[in-house]
């Protein structure tokens, strides 16, 4: 992966040792970032089986989702974030698990009250918000996501 904004280079991984699945694990992973940065409901599903899928997101206490549930977040989404910045911090597994460590920096879309803000009133009201996370995904042979598992955590001061 090329060193740009989506991609934090960390201190001492580069000592890891690259396999077979690598660059395709990585690619695949960037598509997936790409898909959530565009807040995009339909592209962030496209990625998720659509019959065998249990989705959990520990970091806002919501867990066995399923399919449909977790469209219905995505789409709740889409409003509560602007300016969404993801970075990945590293990839490691295989084609069937892959372990994803991130940064994500957002100004929120809604206020205390749950009013939607506009882009300019967030950015005028709104402070920053990061979060660091990992999440596992387990693929199947048709290369979509069927376990899912979010671990996030908002990063004080930032």
């Known amino acids: 992966m090329t060193e740009d904004h989506?991609?934090?280079?960390?201190?001492?991984?580069?000592s890891l040792e690259k396999h077979a699945d690598h660059d395709y694990i990585v690619a695949r992973q960037e598509k997936y970032a790409e898909a959530w940065r565009s807040l995009d409901p339909e592209r962030i599903m496209s990625f998720m089986d659509p019959k065998d899928?249990?989705?959990?997101?520990?970091?806002?206490?919501?867990t066995n989702l399923t399919h449909s549930d977790v469209h219905t977040l995505f789409e709740k989404n889409r409003t509560d974030f602007h300016d969404l910045v993801i970075k990945t911090r590293s990839v490691h597994g295989f084609k069937s698990f892959?372990?994803?460590?991130?940064?994500?920096?957002?100004?929120?879309?809604?206020?205390?009250?749950g009013r939607k803000l506009a882009l300019e009133e967030a950015r005028s009201e709104g402070k920053e918000k990061k979060i660091t996370g990992c999440t596992l995904?387990?693929?199947n042979k048709q290369d979509r996501i069927v376990r899912h598992h979010d671990y996030t955590q908002f990063v004080e001061g930032a």
Request: glycine share 8%; aromatic share 22%.
């Open 6 to 14: 989506k991609y934090i280079h960390m201190p001492g991984m580069a």
């Open 137 to 139: 995904m387990w693929w």
């Open 53 to 62: 899928l249990s989705y959990s997101c520990f970091g806002i206490n919501k």
């Open 98 to 113: 892959t372990a994803w460590e991130y940064v994500i920096t957002f100004r929120p879309g809604l206020d205390a009250e």
